[in-house]
């Protein structure tokens, strides 16, 4: 008996019997799934964020909307610069796909180190720390996982950053891995779209 | 890649970040009126349109989920609903889910 090999064409991406690119398939469901995973940190927030009775300060209280105004409008530009990484790819543009690249590492660099500040300030000025109250608890914890997912995102497209500068590192063939870390780094976005209303702009302290 | 599909244009996802930037820029607009006027329900209906809208553009032209198969558009749907309706019964069982505004 002859075992075959049956191996997709270099240039050629791998489908299954859904005909979609099984990586982009499964990076779908990944980002799918999050939702359920957001959605108990943000359920959370909800359930403590007003609640009278606790000690301490409550986040609501010390918000600098200005300040997490413009981290959001920061991390909705570095969805543009993403896409458009992914748009000079598919025209074979490396420098721009590098530059737009590099730009939304700066970018997604500028929104964490804009949540250090924030976190810093609230613990060290406002005394609210990881500790002090359920409705802090659950403020640091959603915001501090969605700064992971953030920090992530950095790591891996400083990865393809770098991975770009090798000759064919990074090449209009290999565009599948941009793609999924693009959307990867929209996804984040869209979170914190969410985060944005919902924890800052709708909460109010308890009466 | 998926450049089969007609993508946006540069220009275009130019034009659709400046869109997201005037959402925004409203949505905290609607913030600070709403301090001063007390817009009551209201204000937490327009803030959660307009992150709807934003959610909905983004996934549509930058995740390009508008260009792709049916299948993606169907488990990214699916996984939303699912969590959205989960969350909302559990809320709603806590006693969590009112209008802030109000």
Known sequence: MTDVLHEAPPDHPEHESTGVD????????????????????????????????????????????????????????????MVLAHNALT???????????FATAALGSVFLGGQVFEFTEFIVNSNMKLTTNPAASAFYVLTGFHGTHVALGVIM???????????????EKHGMNLELVGLYWHFVDIIWIVIFTVVYLLSVPPA | MTTEHHHPTPAQYWKIAVLLGVLTAIEVALYYVNLSYDLGSLNAVLLIVLATLKFVIVV??????????????KFFTGGFVLAASLYTVVLAALGVLVIRGS
Do not use: C, Q
Not at chain 1, 52 to 59: L, M, N, S, T, V
Not at chain 1, 91 to 101: E, S
Not at chain 1, 157 to 171: H, K
């Open chain 1, 157 to 171: 497209l400083l990865s393809l950053w770098g991975i770009s500068r090798r000759p064919g590192g990074l090449s």
């Open chain 1, 22 to 81: 099984n990586r982009k398939l499964g990076m779908w469901l990944f980002l799918s799934s999050e939702f359920l995973f957001f959605g108990a940190l943000i359920s959370n927030y909800l359930l403590y964020s007003n609640r009278p009775g606790f000690a301490g300060i409550y986040p609501s209280e010390i918000y600098d909307i200005p300040f997490t105004s413009v981290s959001s409008f920061v991390l909705l530009m570095s969805s543009l610069t």
């Open chain 1, 91 to 101: 025209r074979g543009d490396m420098n721009g796909t590098r530059t737009w690249l």
């Open chain 2, 60 to 73: 549509a032209f930058y995740m390009h989920l508008r260009y792709e198969k049916a299948t993606l558009s």
